[in-house]
Structures are given as structure tokens and as C-alpha cells.
């Protein structure tokens, strides 16, 4: 199993992001990708996740309105969006598996990288 | 929304052994799942289902969740665990992490 996440970002407020994750090694359709964020210094936080099969998304409130997660099933890749930067919105951003999607209560078993995602004027 | 309370340090001496809690609400009706994350790294799972190792965790490493608390426990502490550790569980469509707790080998 394998996450590959695209390269480092730099980003002016108000502009928007998008972050890649690449994935091989499993059936993709099976699983759920989820997206995490990690500002520097600080703890995980969940920003939303996708059906990599039906193509449903859940996003966290605080995200909501900025954030859209989408997936390319025929690349097995996932990407996340983000609009409207902010300086806060600085931090690495790990894409991560759960699942399979019929099982409740999984974990994230296997992460990206990250991808350090730096929003300056 | 749910919150998952960890304390934000743990210092323990090589060979000793490290207990790391994660309190919510009737946590013991969730199940919790336990990352170990090394400085410039991604999360890794330790324990998954409140007690179940990985394939390639070592057994030092155990789980278990009861009433409002969760618990990590690393056993033989040696310095290769310092880390940052963070619970996790699902709330509803959701998924909650705890602050993390950095453990410290002294």
C-alpha cells in the first residue's frame, strides 16, 4: 500500500490549493481516503473524507465552504481543495486510509507523507 | 461536538513504562484507535479497536478503554519511543483526534 502525496505548496491568501494523493496497492473503490492537517507545532486535525467508490464526501464544520474533496477512481488518486487561504490555513496536510468502507469504526492505517502547504503574503 | 482530552506531556525514565490517556464522554462505548508520530514523520497506528496491535508493533505496546478512559501503554520504554501520541475515534460521520501527549524518555 502506497499514499503518495504531491509536492509543497506556497499560496497567497485568498488563493486557492489543491493536494494530490496517489494510491496503489489496494482496491481503491474499497476504502475511504481521508484528509488530515498538522499546523506546525501542533496536534492532528481532521479536515474531511471521501468514498473512494460512491464518491461521497464529509467535511469538518470548520472546513465547511472551503474545503472539497474529489476523487479520479480510473488514477486511484484522491485530491483535496481548499479555497480561500488563510495564514492559518499553513501546515502539512497528510491524505490517510480507513476502512474498508463497509466496516464502522476503522482506523487510519496507512498515511502520506504530507504536504506542506504555506500561505504567505 | 465530541472532545478527546490527553495531557500534553509524559516523561518517563528508559525501561520504565509510559501510560497515555485519552478521556471523553462514555469513551468506553467508542472505539479508539492510537497513533505514534516522530518528529517530520506521518502518524503511524500502534493500536487499533481499543487494544489490537498492527502486524510489526511490538507486544510492549497495549490498549484498553473503560468507563471515560482510554489507555496506551508502552512497556520497556527505550528512546526510539519518543513521540507525540494521539487517540482518535468516529463521532457519527466524523473523526475526533485528542490534543496528543509527547512522550519524553529522561
Known amino acids: 500500500v502506497l499514499l503518495v502525496q504531491s509536492g509543497a505548496e506556497v499560496k497567497k491568501p485568498g488563493t486557492s490549493v489543491r493536494v494530490s494523493c496517489r494510491t496503489s496497492?489496494?482496491?481503491?473503490?474499497?476504502?475511504?481516503l481521508h484528509w488530515v492537517r498538522q499546523a506546525r507545532g501542533q496536534g492532528l486535525e481532521w479536515v474531511g473524507w471521501?468514498?473512494?467508490?460512491?464518491?461521497?464526501?464529509k467535511y469538518s464544520q470548520k472546513f465547511l465552504g472551503r474545503v472539497t474533496i474529489t476523487r479520479a477512481a480510473s488514477a486511484t488518486t484522491v485530491f483535496l481543495d481548499l479555497a480561500d487561504l488563510r495564514p492559518e490555513d499553513t501546515g502539512v496536510y497528510f491524505c490517510?486510509?480507513?476502512?474498508?468502507?463497509?466496516?464502522?469504526?476503522?482506523?487510519?492505517?496507512?498515511w502520506g507523507h504530507g504536504t506542506l502547504v504555506t500561505v504567505s503574503s | 461536538s465530541y472532545v478527546l482530552t490527553q495531557p500534553p506531556s509524559v516523561s518517563v525514565a528508559p525501561g520504565q513504562t509510559a501510560t497515555f490517556t485519552c478521556g471523553g464522554d462514555?469513551?468506553?462505548?467508542?472505539?479508539v484507535h492510537w497513533y505514534q508520530q516522530k518528529p517530520g514523520q506521518a502518524p503511524l497506528l500502534v493500536v487499533y479497536?481499543?487494544?489490537v496491535r498492527p502486524s510489526g508493533i511490538p507486544d510492549r505496546f497495549s490498549g484498553s478503554n473503560s468507563g471515560n478512559t482510554a489507555t496506551l501503554t508502552v512497556s520497556g520504554v527505550d528512546d526510539g519511543d519518543e513521540a507525540d501520541y494521539y487517540c482518535?475515534?468516529?463521532?457519527?460521520?466524523?473523526?475526533?483526534f485528542g490534543g496528543g501527549t509527547r512522550l519524553t524518555v529522561l
Open positions: 490517510a486510509r480507513e476502512g474498508p468502507v463497509e466496516t464502522s469504526s476503522s482506523s487510519f492505517d496507512f
Open positions: 496497492g489496494f482496491t481503491f473503490n474499497s476504502y475511504a
Open positions: 471521501i468514498n473512494a467508490g460512491t464518491g461521497h464526501t
Open positions: 462514555n469513551i468506553a462505548g467508542k472505539t
Open positions: 479497536d481499543d487494544s
Open positions: 482518535q475515534v468516529w463521532e457519527i460521520n466524523d473523526r475526533v
